[in-house]
């Protein structure tokens, strides 16, 4: 009987295992015979495995592991929103970022997440962000009064400096020196540029251990996590208050026991902030900026939208609702180059995603620079059309347009981001004139996507030219 009962269940696991059903296979050998130059540039090569496999395709890594990557907009709702609580963050996303910016939103999972998502919430409300939008608007301003006119200029740097500070003063205020917060902004770049190589070349991680880079780079989230440290204890032994996001989170509290967020959580999320704030918003108003220099006719609308906005006495604030074909700008150009370009999810059981029944464990990939530029989904994919974003055609984009990310875990500083794009966009072509200066377009994807070689010209504006 025992032999019988061990045979059925042996048959009976068989049987599950040939019930797995998955998409159009990308041979192995193909996909290691191109592996080094995926890791360099994956885009083309996602593109034309698309073309040869179809909108969802698989690699098969070995007896029971397998990476899917898709563009489908029904896989996506289904992973990302419809059955999202059985779909976590990978180690990607979370394992190499925890080691240097400890366990916040951006790298937790399940109820933790949940917890400290609902407790950071509040201080993303509309309401407070409007109370951020002054400090926003000066710190915009003074950023781009330092271009320099008349010259080719690479319209990365400046967008990074601009989205950096706008996020420190929007993080504390007037409670950090320039000498801290140029010093931060260096550690969260060297930070970010090795998370790529640990990323993109896990095959080494035995080297970056044993040469001595991982400790090094610990070493550097160590000190960023000293300075902010400091201007927490400052701030929590200050009689005075700051309407910044600092202030904000020092006052949330957690709603089972009333307690606040201890110091180290606290210094996790604050260091998640700065990383997830201030590139994706700094690719994102690069690409724009040199989108508008080789589309002089959107440019002119923008500054015809601009003139008929400031002919109203309204407040930042106010101006933002009003500019609409700036936003409309900034969407398609989010559209085309998606700063978080792709995210991954791992499944916590079987699972049936439209026809295909897949294992547990299963890695699976989301292009969203891919599904951006689906020719099932867009016309014309991609043309740069601000007016898809307007009026009735926005109902268009739902469903297959997610610049920040969908479902619950749907970026939660998207409001600020947008916000300040908006306030970016306005200022920039009020004062400037901007004008292709010939360079050609690089895509750099790293873990957001990065433009490279962005080069115009900045003219300052006269009157009403």
Same mark, same amino acid.
């Given at each position: 009987?025992?032999?019988?009962?061990?045979?059925?269940?042996?048959?009976?696991?068989?049987?599950?295992?040939?019930?797995?059903? /998955? +998409?159009?296979?990308?041979?192995?050998?193909?996909?290691?015979?191109?592996?080094?130059?995926?890791? !360099?540039? +994956?885009? +083309?090569?996602?593109k034309q495995f698309f073309a040869d496999y179809g909108d969802t395709f698989s690699v098969r890594l070995g007896r029971k592991k397998y990476l899917m990557l898709t563009r489908d907009k029904e896989i996506v709702q289904h992973i990302l929103q419809k059955n999202h609580k059985n779909y976590y963050k990978s180690k990607i996303q979370t394992h190499y970022l925890s080691k240097y910016l400890g366990f916040g939103l951006l790298t937790s999972n399940g109820d933790f997440w949940l917890k400290q998502r609902r407790l950071i919430q509040p201080a993303f409300h509309r309401e407070k962000m409007i109370q951020l939008i002054g400090l926003m608007a000066k710190t915009i301003e003074k950023e781009l009064s330092k271009i320099t006119p008349d010259q080719p200029t690479d319209a990365f740097p400046i967008m990074n400096q601009?989205?950096?500070?706008? %996020?420190?003063?929007?993080?504390?205020?007037?409670?950090?020196?320039?000498?801290?917060?140029?010093?931060?902004?260096?550690?969260?770049?060297?930070?970010?540029?090795?998370?790529?190589?640990?990323v993109r070349l896990p095959h080494k991680g035995w080297w970056f251990t044993l040469s001595g880079q991982v400790k090094k780079h610990k070493k550097f989230a160590q000190e960023s996590r000293d300075i902010i440290l400091e201007i927490?204890?400052?701030?929590?032994?200050?009689?005075?208050?700051?309407?910044?996001?600092?202030?904000?989170?020092?006052? @949330?509290r957690y709603e089972d026991t009333g307690e606040p967020m201890s110091t180290n959580q606290l210094i996790d999320e604050i260091s998640i902030l700065f990383v997830a704030g201030h590139e994706t918003t700094a690719n994102a108003l690069s690409f724009t900026t040199y989108l508008l220099?080789?589309?002089?006719?959107?440019?002119? !609308?923008?500054?015809?939208?601009?003139?008929?906005v400031d002919k109203e006495d309204a407040t930042p604030s106010e101006k933002i609702q009003k500019l609409t074909y700036i936003k409309a700008v900034i969407d398609e150009s989010m559209r085309l180059y998606p700063p978080a370009w792709i995210t991954d999810r791992e499944n916590l059981e079987d699972d @049936?995603?439209?026809?295909?029944?897949?294992? $547990?464990?299963?890695?699976?990939?989301?292009?969203?620079?891919?599904?951006?530029?689906?020719?099932? /989904?867009?016309?014309? +994919?991609?043309?740069?059309?601000?007016?898809?974003f307007l009026g009735d055609r926005r109902k268009d984009s739902q469903g297959h347009y997610y610049p920040f990310g969908a479902g619950p875990r749907m970026c939660i500083g998207?409001?600020?981001? %947008? =916000?300040?794009?908006?306030?970016?966009? /306005? /200022?920039?072509?009020?004062? =400037?004139?901007?004008?292709?200066?010939?360079?050609?377009? $690089?895509?750099?994807?790293?873990?957001?996507?990065?433009?490279?070689?962005?080069? %115009?010209?900045?003219?300052?504006?006269?009157?009403?030219?």
């Open positions: 009987m025992r032999y019988r009962s061990r045979l059925r269940s042996t048959r009976q696991r068989m049987a599950q295992k040939d019930q797995y059903n /998955y +998409p159009n296979q990308l041979p192995l050998f193909r996909f290691f015979w191109n592996a080094e130059s995926i890791r !360099k540039d +994956p885009i +083309p090569f996602h601009l989205a950096f500070n706008v %996020v420190a003063t929007a993080l504390f205020n007037v409670s950090i020196s320039e000498e801290k917060l140029n010093r931060l902004q260096h550690i969260i770049e060297r930070i970010q540029w090795f998370l790529v190589k640990e927490i204890e400052e701030r929590k032994n200050s009689e005075t208050r700051n309407d910044d996001l600092l202030n904000m989170l020092l006052d @949330t220099a080789n589309h002089l006719e959107v440019q002119d !609308k923008v500054w015809k939208e601009i003139q008929s @049936t995603i439209g026809d295909f029944f897949v294992r $547990k464990d299963t890695l699976v990939g989301v292009s969203f620079y891919e599904l951006h530029r689906n020719e099932k /989904y867009w016309d014309d +994919p991609n043309s740069f059309q601000p007016e898809r998207m409001g600020f981001a %947008v =916000y300040e794009m908006v306030l970016a966009i /306005y /200022y920039l072509v009020k004062n =400037y004139k901007i004008k292709d200066s010939g360079s050609e377009l $690089k895509l750099n994807p790293l873990i957001t996507l990065k433009p490279v070689g962005i080069k %115009v010209t900045f003219e300052k504006r006269n009157g009403d030219s």
